[in-house]
């Protein structure tokens, strides 16, 4: 979940992924690579037959959930976006593992919409997002959050701050 700071100066909205969370997905991902050792290289396959597609198929299929899973502990991103109520700004800025940090900044004049984004669960209750979307065309979702009330009363701030 995110965490949304307000006072009077600023709103913050930071979404951040643990190191522990990407060492977990990345060990995760490293436990379907065992499927093509099992059953292709540890066999000791001599010739193709019907029986090699098969397990070629396992294989390809166990190495693709083995890759997202690593993606995703490699490539999740850190982000702040940062609304300065005295400067009237927002700051955009984010990370990954692999990329270096970078850093988006924009007048409140350029900001173009802002959308309640659904995030519907099979095992739990939705929730929600903001999603911003600037004259540039960039578009951020900073963070999640628990309750619809919640999202719909920072949207609203946030474009009534806009208008002023």
């Not at 979940?1 to 060990?27: A, C, Y």
Request: net charge negative; proline share 4%.
């Amino acid at each position: 979940m995110s965490v949304v700071i307000q006072n009077n100066e600023r709103i913050e909205i930071t979404e951040q992924m643990s190191t522990g969370l990407r060492v977990f997905l990345f060990i995760i991902g490293l436990l379907p690579c065992m499927a093509p050792y099992e059953l292709l290289i540890k066999p000791g396959w001599t010739g193709f037959n019907l029986f090699t597609l098969f397990f070629l198929a396992i294989s390809l299929g166990a190495i693709a959930v083995s890759l997202a899973f690593m993606a995703g502990a490699i490539f999740g991103l850190n982000q702040t976006l940062t609304i300065d109520l005295v400067r009237r700004t927002i700051t955009h800025a984010y990370e990954s593992t692999v990329t270096p940090l970078r850093v988006r900044k924009y007048s409140l004049n350029q900001l173009k919409s802002i959308e309640i984004m659904t995030h519907d669960w099979d095992n739990g209750p939705s929730t929600y997002g903001l999603k911003f979307t600037f004259t540039d065309g960039h578009k951020t979702e900073p963070g999640t959050l628990e309750s619809k009330i919640e999202a719909e009363q920072l949207k609203e701030k946030i474009e009534q701050i806009s208008r002023e």
